[in-house]
């Protein structure tokens, strides 16, 4: 099998994203992972550039990584000096590694109005800096920095500054889409014609400015890179970079060319994941492959085609990269939708059945007055119980009351009491809260404690609320998600109604009463 060497740059490209910022401990984090999944190499940063990354150096040193080597990344010497006395150079050896990056100016644009120096040293710089690393044992990757706007202004500079690369030393040479601009043609012809003139292996290194990074990075080894540079869930600078996820999965699954361990695909969810919770940016429920959306299914004639035959809606096999099918409930899906959820709850039910007409009856009118279950399948399940009178009731609402106080400038205090009924017992309680639906939640929490200790491992995440009727105004009704979460698993919960107030409350107790079912509480 073909193989194609995984450089990750998460630690360097993917930091300079917009409100990304790793500390050392989450570097070193993500190094551990990306070896754990197989990954060839890991860009730690930048030696010298700031404190962090020099402590990351230091420390990744100390680690047994199984795969993975880390590399340390800098630019050419400066105009003028010796390689030997540059202190960006010199930074490098501090870090310890033994593969170093190295970025140069392929652009006459960039040489003559960015470097403000001429062409011919700009080739000096080079060679002089590849060679020094040379000699004193590195390995040096040189990645040619806006190489196919360079290629399409002077091809022949252009490729001047890459066999100056080749003839000091350089193992492998990356061709940048650093602006993002290129298109995927332009991307296939010009590697098919620097393989002609260079002898070195070719990596690529694409931005996603024009949202073909991935198709880019794809065309690019087809036509010969063995190297491919991107990050987890494309973060970066601008609009992104290459997303190695579907890079990876590509290549492996549908081109048959090996880029890390075959069992080590089903972990790629799990990096993803990993990665966007580490960077405090959302999980992106579209993303190919991985996503929570990348194998949902939601209309009656996709439903129905999958029951027969996955292949009918589905690329590959959403076990392959640790993913999962859903199937979303909704007034599109039918009943074929129902038995689908049916079948996976143990429920036995068939398209004729009585249950079934009613189960989607109650759904369409639901979803008419604004109910959202795709994005609430936690509530849907229990919604499903209830109509097949598999439903267990845990308490019972007497009443609550949220009490809202600001006296002056001083700080907002909210408070909730609750008055419940659970086995037979009476618990009349109050808890105070960041906001009126914590308040309800620790009131409730706090209520149940004694009777259902399980909760206490049960948080909840996320609360969104959409208005859906903007012209109806203060009146209009209001779409209310929580997402809630525990130690292994993740579910989402809806309330719909007139009064915020009473549709949290709707969605808060939807998410206590799953979390107990699941638990099998008696």
Same mark, same amino acid.
Request: aromatic share 6%; charged share 25%; proline share 3%.
């Given at each position: 099998?073909?193989?194609?060497?995984?450089?990750?740059?998460?630690?360097?490209?993917?930091?300079?994203?917009?409100?990304?910022?790793?500390?050392?401990?989450?570097?070193?984090?993500?190094?551990?992972?990306?070896?754990?999944?197989?990954?060839?190499?890991?860009?730690?940063?930048?030696?010298?550039?700031?404190?962090?990354?020099?402590?990351?150096?230091?420390?990744?040193?100390?680690?047994?990584?199984?795969? $993975?080597?880390?590399?340390?990344?800098?630019?050419?010497?400066?105009?003028?000096?010796?390689?030997?006395?540059?202190?960006?150079?010199?930074?490098?050896?501090?870090?310890?590694?033994?593969?170093?990056?190295?970025?140069?100016?392929?652009?006459?644009?960039?040489?003559?109005?960015?470097?403000?120096?001429?062409?011919?040293?700009?080739?000096?710089?080079?060679?002089?800096?590849?060679?020094?690393?040379?000699?004193?044992?590195?390995?040096?990757?040189?990645?040619?920095?806006?190489?196919?706007?360079?290629?399409?202004?002077?091809?022949?500079?252009?490729?001047?500054?890459?066999?100056?690369?080749?003839?000091?030393?350089?193992?492998?040479?990356?061709?940048?889409?650093?602006?993002?601009?290129?298109?995927?043609?332009?991307?296939?012809?010009?590697?098919?014609?620097?393989?002609?003139?260079?002898?070195?292996?070719? @990596?690529?290194?694409?931005?996603?400015?024009?949202?073909?990074?991935?198709?880019?990075?794809?065309?690019?080894?087809?036509?010969?890179?063995?190297?491919?540079?991107?990050?987890?869930?494309?973060?970066?600078?601008?609009? @992104?970079?290459?997303?190695?996820?579907?890079?990876?999965?590509?290549?492996?699954?549908?081109?048959?060319?090996?880029?890390?361990?075959?069992?080590?695909?089903?972990?790629?969810?799990?990096?993803?994941?990993?990665?966007?919770?580490?960077?405090?940016?959302?999980?992106?429920?579209?993303?190919?492959?991985?996503?929570?959306?990348?194998?949902?299914?939601?209309?009656?004639?996709?439903?129905? &085609?999958?029951?027969?035959?996955?292949?009918?809606?589905?690329?590959?096999?959403?076990?392959?990269?640790?993913?999962?099918?859903?199937?979303?409930?909704?007034?599109?899906?039918?009943?074929?939708?129902?038995?689908?959820?049916?079948?996976?709850?143990?429920?036995?039910?068939?398209?004729?059945?009585?249950?079934?007409?009613?189960?989607?009856?109650?759904?369409?009118?639901?979803?008419?007055?604004?109910?959202?279950?795709?994005?609430?399948?936690?509530?849907?399940?229990?919604?499903?119980?209830?109509?097949?009178?598999?439903?267990?009731?845990?308490?019972?609402?007497?009443?609550?009351?949220?009490?809202?106080?600001?006296?002056?400038?001083?700080?907002?205090?909210?408070?909730?009491?609750?008055?419940?009924?659970?086995?037979?017992?009476?618990?009349?309680?109050?808890?105070?809260?960041?906001?009126?639906?914590? $308040?309800?939640?620790?009131?409730?929490?706090? &209520?149940?404690?004694?009777?259902?200790?399980?909760?206490?491992?049960?948080?909840?995440?996320?609360?969104?609320?959409?208005?859906?009727?903007?012209?109806?105004?203060?009146? &209009?009704?209001?779409?209310?998600?929580?997402?809630?979460?525990?130690?292994?698993?993740?579910?989402?919960?809806?309330?719909?109604?007139?009064?915020?107030?009473?549709?949290?409350?709707?969605?808060?107790?939807?998410?206590?009463?799953?979390?107990?079912?699941?638990?099998?509480?008696?």
């Amino acid at each position: 099998m073909q193989k194609v060497k995984i450089y990750d740059t998460t630690l360097r490209d993917g930091s300079q994203g917009e409100g990304i910022s790793f500390s050392v401990l989450d570097k070193l984090r993500i190094t551990e992972k990306m070896d754990k999944i197989g990954v060839d190499y890991i860009e730690g940063g930048w030696p010298g550039s700031n404190p962090k990354d020099m402590e990351f150096f230091i420390k990744v040193a100390k680690k047994d990584l199984k795969h $993975a080597r880390v590399c340390a990344f800098s630019m050419t010497r400066r105009p003028g000096a010796k390689a030997s006395e540059d202190p960006s150079l010199k930074a490098l050896f501090k870090s310890k590694v033994g593969i170093v990056t190295i970025v140069g100016k392929t652009w006459d644009f960039h040489v003559e109005e960015v470097l403000k120096t001429t062409l011919e040293e700009n080739l000096a710089m080079i060679r002089d800096t590849i060679a020094f690393l040379k000699s004193q044992g590195l390995s040096v990757f040189y990645d040619a920095e806006h190489f196919f706007d360079a290629y399409k202004a002077n091809k022949n500079y252009a490729l001047a500054t890459l066999i100056a690369a080749c003839e000091a030393g350089a193992e492998a040479i990356c061709l940048c889409d650093t602006n993002g601009g290129a298109l995927t043609s332009e991307i296939t012809e010009v590697i098919k014609q620097v393989k002609e003139k260079v002898d070195s292996p070719l @990596g690529i290194h694409c931005h996603n400015d024009s949202g073909v990074a991935i198709a880019n990075s794809i065309a690019a080894v087809q036509a010969g890179a063995v190297l491919v540079q991107g990050t987890v869930n494309g973060i970066g600078e601008r609009c @992104g970079n290459a997303d190695l996820i579907p890079v990876i999965a590509n290549l492996q699954l549908k081109l048959k060319i090996n880029c890390i361990p075959e069992k080590n695909l089903k972990e790629l969810i799990h990096l993803s994941h990993f990665i966007s919770e580490i960077s405090n940016m959302r999980v992106k429920s579209d993303q190919p492959f991985v996503g929570d959306s990348a194998f949902a299914h939601k209309g009656g004639m996709h439903i129905n &085609a999958i029951m027969k035959n996955p292949r009918t809606y589905e690329h590959v096999d959403p076990a392959a990269v640790g993913n999962r099918r859903r199937i979303l409930m909704s007034e599109l899906g039918g009943k074929t939708g129902i038995l689908m959820r049916a079948k996976g709850l143990n429920f036995d039910l068939s398209k004729d059945d009585p249950q079934t007409r009613k189960i989607l009856k109650l759904l369409q009118g639901l979803e008419h007055q604004g109910y959202q279950f795709e994005a609430a399948e936690a509530s849907f399940q229990l919604l499903m119980q209830r109509v097949l009178k598999k439903y267990k009731e845990f308490f019972e609402l007497e009443g609550f009351k949220v009490v809202i106080e600001k006296v002056s400038d001083k700080k907002i205090t909210t408070e909730a009491v609750i008055k419940l009924k659970v086995k037979g017992k009476r618990e009349h309680t109050a808890a105070e809260g960041d906001g009126p639906v914590n $308040a309800l939640d620790n009131a409730l929490r706090k &209520a149940l404690k004694d009777f259902y200790p399980t909760l206490s491992k049960m948080q909840l995440s996320d609360f969104k609320v959409r208005v859906l009727d903007e012209q109806a105004g203060t009146a &209009a009704k209001v779409r209310v998600l929580i997402q809630s979460q525990d130690e292994s698993d993740t579910w989402s919960t809806i309330g719909v109604h007139e009064n915020i107030i009473e549709a949290s409350w709707q969605a808060l107790v939807d998410s206590v009463e799953y979390k107990l079912l699941k638990d099998k509480q008696p």
